[in-house]
């Protein structure tokens, strides 16, 4: 196995290990709610779909880790957000469903940790830092710079097409339900409008016939 293809498979082998999805059901009246222990200038990303459950809608909340709100959101049916800790601790994020009376909620979630902000480097604009522009570039460290660079993105592009292919599977259930629930009530409309007409028939059957009874007055 050749330096390129072992830090690809480590790269693949961090991702598939970071990069995982969930299912949790929340109650009606209920909150469900995660934890990620991170330190300062970790990348956090939270990706989540309602997959069943009422107008497939739920309440999030995010929460650093000195209590205050970092995102809140009211009635969405999916949503993805990405930000940086802003300081070590616990973030927790929330799903509640207090609003609905009765219905539970089925959510697919994913919860992404990236790497922190490394000393003398600037991660708000990608620029290179410090180390980047005072350490010597020799042909090692810049073509290991480079293959970093390269399983990098080749693990963002992964992570992205798997959070697609979970939302496109999630999606493609929810539709598929949908499809189900309205064949049904077609079905059922249908059987309804010919028991009714079945029953006109007969009505106007029974009805007609009165008018050629020979009544007998005795």
Known sequence: MTLR??????GIFS???VAESYFVTVDAHAEECFFEKVTTGTKLGLAFEVAEGGFLDIDIKIYSPDGKI???GERESNGRYTFPASMD???????????STMT???VMFSMDVGEGIKPGHEAANGEEGWYAQNLPHTGEAAGGNKMEDMIRELSAALSGVK???DYMEVRERIHRSINDNTNSRVV???VF???VLVAMTIGQVYYLKQFFEVRRVV
């Open 5 to 10: 293809q072992l830090f690809t498979f480590l």
């Open 15 to 17: 991702l598939l290990s």
């Open 70 to 72: 970092v995102h809140e």
């Open 89 to 99: 601790g616990v973030y927790t994020y929330c799903f509640s469903n207090k609003m």
């Open 104 to 106: 539970p909620k089925i």
């Open 163 to 165: 959070h697609e292919q």
């Open 188 to 190: 059922l409309w249908s």
């Open 193 to 195: 409008e010919a028991l």
